[in-house]
């Protein structure tokens, strides 16, 4: 069974940093796209980052370019998202999942797979 869990959200003051975390199992991490993505309140969810199967190709936001990278050890099968200069606006349910799919890695409802959401909070 295909799972992916996020950790390492919290409340962290304006300009901080934070890095989240996104454990996968029950497929071959390393033969798939995986991206980050958010839904902030009153929102609709938006992109922010992805990267490729190998990690050498890698894509953001322009919300979150400067400020987030994105990154993956294909032999932990874990993806991570390192986030500085946090601001405000960056306050959202943040997610992990795994791309498959062929228009490209902002278009949302090609990801197929999932985690439950971890919250991030920055305060001003």
């Known amino acids: 069974q295909v799972d992916l869990v996020e950790s390492g959200g919290g409340v962290v003051p304006a300009g901080g940093s934070l890095r989240l975390t996104c454990k996968t199992s029950?497929?071959?991490?390393?033969?798939?796209?995986m991206g980050w993505l958010r839904q902030a309140p009153g929102k609709e969810r938006e992109y922010v980052a992805a990267?490729?199967?190998?990690?050498?190709?890698?894509d953001y936001a322009d919300s979150v370019k400067g400020r987030f990278t994105i990154s993956r050890d294909n032999a932990q099968s874990t993806l991570y998202l390192h986030m500085e200069s946090l601001k405000p606006d960056d306050t959202a349910i943040y997610y992990c999942?795994?791309?498959?799919?062929?228009?490209?890695?902002?278009?949302?409802?090609?990801?197929?797979?999932w985690g439950q959401g971890i919250q991030v909070t920055v305060s001003s």
């Open positions: 029950g497929f071959r991490f390393s033969g798939y796209g």
């Open positions: 999942a795994r791309y498959r799919g062929t228009t490209g890695w902002t278009t949302i409802h090609e990801y197929d797979y």
């Open positions: 990267t490729s199967w190998s990690g050498g190709t890698t």
